[in-house]
């Protein structure tokens, strides 16, 4: 399962050769890949979007701006392990080579630094131009990775080289590119990961939250299911997950704790990177709380610390994680909690501080450890701050089992 919890952003650009897209978009789906398609405009007058939203891991985009991120571009840019386009006409070929962003697909091009993988389609006459064969040459010597096109039947009756590589060898080129640079440091490891904030119901309506939207939990579970990990996320956010990363759906923090506490002595890691209500109401009401009965008091008991607990039952050799979201002081309060709760690593970070922490895409953290080692992860993508917590949790256990 060398794709596991790998993002690839899937181009489709506008040939008579997409539909053939939905098919690598599916395996690679399979495969565990989380999915993120573009299509350029030339794309859906061949195929519709709404069929790569139905396969892939997020809905299908198109458009530069028409969408509620500001950038989607570069979103997707960083946080991409490859920018795979199928097919690629000459056009789009053309765009990058030259360095054009006239649409979301070449944004996101130009905007990653993530590798490339082209598969040209084409008629024969086209792929045979020199401008095209130069742009291909230029690509390559750029680091380009290009799935070369078969001979055979194209669009028209026609026939000759210029058709798209076979779906299943484009898939098999993508899971040979991942598995020549992957580090597998957590083959076979069972971590858990909670992430998301928790809910505590005052009535059927109204609850008590928090502003954590989860996207740290749950690229750090897609990190560790990439390094090889077995994953099992407690998440209370509905969001695209890879298919290789099980998810269990709860909402409250007893919910939560039902959970982990079921699940954490199988597991070999523990990420609590959930936000966990500390109180809840004593009493839920049954019914909505009317206006008119004035205004309600309500009552609230401590819920359970479930990283504690955790902490507490651990057996030898498993690694415990913790976060602490802080708005001051916060080396002095991340410390006190490492201690506190007897943990191994805790992520720190500033939620007070711009582009930091709660639904941002970025975050700036870190990593203290019990033994004292000490890892600041400057503001970067969740992805890259989940990539330096799991570095920070394969460290831990090389000294944790070779301690046991
Ligand atoms: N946590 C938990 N159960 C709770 C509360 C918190 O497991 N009921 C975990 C969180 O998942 C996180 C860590 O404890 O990994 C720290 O959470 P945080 O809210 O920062 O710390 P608290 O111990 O709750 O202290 P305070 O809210 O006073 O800062």
């Not at 506490?261 to 609590?272: K, N």
């Not at 004292?372 to 330096?388: E, F, I, M, S, W």
């Amino acid at each position: 399962m060398i794709l596991r919890g790998r993002h690839v952003v899937l181009g489709v650009s506008g040939g008579v050769a997409a539909y053939k897209a939905v098919e690598v978009c599916r395996r690679l789906v399979d495969d565990g890949a989380l999915v993120s398609p573009i299509l350029t405009h030339a794309a859906t007058k061949f195929i519709g979007a709404a069929t790569f939203s139905a396969l892939a891991s997020e809905p299908a985009r198109v458009d530069l701006f028409d969408g509620p991120e500001p950038s989607p571009h570069t979103h997707l840019a960083k946080s991409a392990d490859l920018i795979l386009v199928v097919p690629a006409t000459a056009n789009l070929l053309a765009s990058y080579a030259s360095g054009a962003a006239g649409g979301l697909l070449t944004a996101t091009l130009l905007a990653s630094r993530a590798p490339v993988m082209l598969c040209p389609a084409m008629h024969t006459e086209m792929w045979e131009h020199p401008a095209v064969q130069d742009n291909i040459a230029l690509l390559e010597r750029r680091g380009t990775l290009i799935v070369p096109p078969g001979v055979g039947a194209l669009a028209g009756g026609d026939s000759g080289p210029g058709r798209l590589a076979d779906p299943a060898v484009i898939v098999e080129e993508v899971r040979s590119f991942f598995a020549s640079g992957a580090p597998r440091d957590l083959e076979g490891v069972s971590v858990l990961v909670t992430a998301g904030g928790t809910r505590e119901p005052i009535d059927p309506v109204r609850y008590l939250g928090n502003r954590s939207s989860g996207k740290q939990g749950h690229a750090i579970a897609e990190e560790a299911a990439a390094r090889g990990a077995d994953v099992t996320l407690v998440t209370t956010v509905d969001r695209p997950v890879s298919s290789q990363v099980e998810v269990r759906r709860v909402d409250t923090a007893a919910q939560m704790h039902a959970e982990v506490a079921a699940l954490a002595s199988d597991a070999q890691v523990v990420i609590m990177a959930a936000a966990v209500a500390d109180f809840r109401p004593v009493e839920v009401a049954a019914s909505k709380i009317k206006k008119t009965e004035g205004v309600p008091t309500v009552r609230l008991e401590p819920t359970v610390d479930i990283l504690a607990e955790v902490a507490h039952a651990r057996r030898p050799g498993q690694v415990i994680v913790g976060f602490s979201a802080e708005t001051d002081d916060v080396l002095s309060h991340a410390s006190g909690k490492l201690e506190a709760k007897g943990v191994d690593l805790i992520v720190a970070n500033d939620v007070s501080a711009p582009s930091v922490g709660f639904a941002h895409d970025t975050n700036e953290v870190v990593i203290l450890a019990a033994d004292g080692h000490r890892v600041d992860v400057p503001l970067a993508d969740k992805r890259q701050v989940a990539a330096a917590v799991v570095d920070a949790v394969v460290r831990c256990r090389r000294s944790v089992v070779a301690g046991t």
